[in-house]
């Protein structure tokens, strides 16, 4: 099995945080680093998988979590990701236990994952395998899912979805956070396609975790796609995809 490197204000310069590793001095990812620096001492944490193989998971107490989820007491995972070669060799199953042995040694009541069938969140598989239950669901196909290690109040989605949308009205809302590198060039994306469509636009930043667990239209959180005051994506495009995204509008 892999060596597994925990990523730490130490050594965060050398090792990067997985996420476009070969673009050090682009936008995103600079916003990442200074969002990393600044949630590390909240309890955020990396686990790199050692190269030559290729993955990582990301976490924090539910407090501080930056996913639209009502989880005090239990620690959130916002990322987990194995890629190329290094899927199918359990990889992502030692990353998820280490993971859960650290919540365990940080007293927490439970782990929690955000997960979905569609692009940019994990599936829910390999959660279930290693002892994880559904414990709710949002729109459009979110599930919450949760490893109980102790008594405590289960974890839960928030019920205001459409609410929490409509309040954005009418035209293209983009909200975005620094949580994801890959943030910037999905706003440039949108804010092209929306220059062609002639459609009004605007970009909002959720600054601290408490804007993403109670603004965010979606369980995803920290990026959504809000169109006349509905949501209509929660993870990166391309510009082919930003396009038909709009194609639906009256």
């Known amino acids: 099995m892999a060596k ?11 090792t990067g945080f997985f996420c476009h590793m070969s673009r050090r ?23 790199m998988l050692k190269m030559p193989e290729r993955g990582f998971i990301e976490y924090i107490p539910g407090e501080h979590a ?4 009502n ?13 190329g070669k290094s899927k199918g060799k359990g990889h992502g199953g030692a990353l998820l236990e280490a993971c ?14 955000v997960a979905s069938p569609g692009n940019w969140v994990a599936g829910r598989r390999i959660f279930e395998h290693h002892g994880f239950k559904a414990v709710d669901t949002a729109p ?27 309040r954005f009205g009418r035209g293209l809302t983009i909200l975005t956070t620094a949580q994801c590198p890959y943030h910037p060039d ?7 396609a929306a220059r ?18 109670t603004r965010s239209p979606s369980p995803y959180g920290v990026f959504a796609i809000v169109l006349d005051g509905k949501l209509v994506g929660y993870h990166y495009l391309t510009e082919a995809d930003s396009r038909s995204a709009f194609a639906s509008r009256a």
């Open 140 to 166: 459009p196909s979110f599930v919450l899912l949760a490893k109980k290690l102790k008594p405590g109040r289960p974890p839960s989605f928030p019920d205001d979805w459409t609410e929490r949308a409509a």
């Open 100 to 113: 859960v042995a650290d919540a365990r040694k940080a007293g927490s009541a439970g782990v929690v994952m």
């Open 25 to 47: 001095k682009s936008e995103g990812y600079l916003r990442k680093l200074a969002w990393f620096k600044a949630r590390y001492d909240e309890g955020l944490r990396i686990k």
């Open 71 to 83: 989880a005090p007491g239990q620690t959130v995972i916002h990322c987990l990701w194995v890629v």
């Open 4 to 14: 597994i490197i925990d990523v730490d204000l130490g050594n965060v310069e050398d």
């Open 66 to 69: 930056w996913r639209a989820v």
């Open 196 to 213: 062609r469509e002639n459609l009004k636009a605007r970009v909002i930043e959720l600054e601290t975790a408490e804007d993403v667990q």
């Open 186 to 192: 999905a706003t440039r994306n949108l804010l092209a």
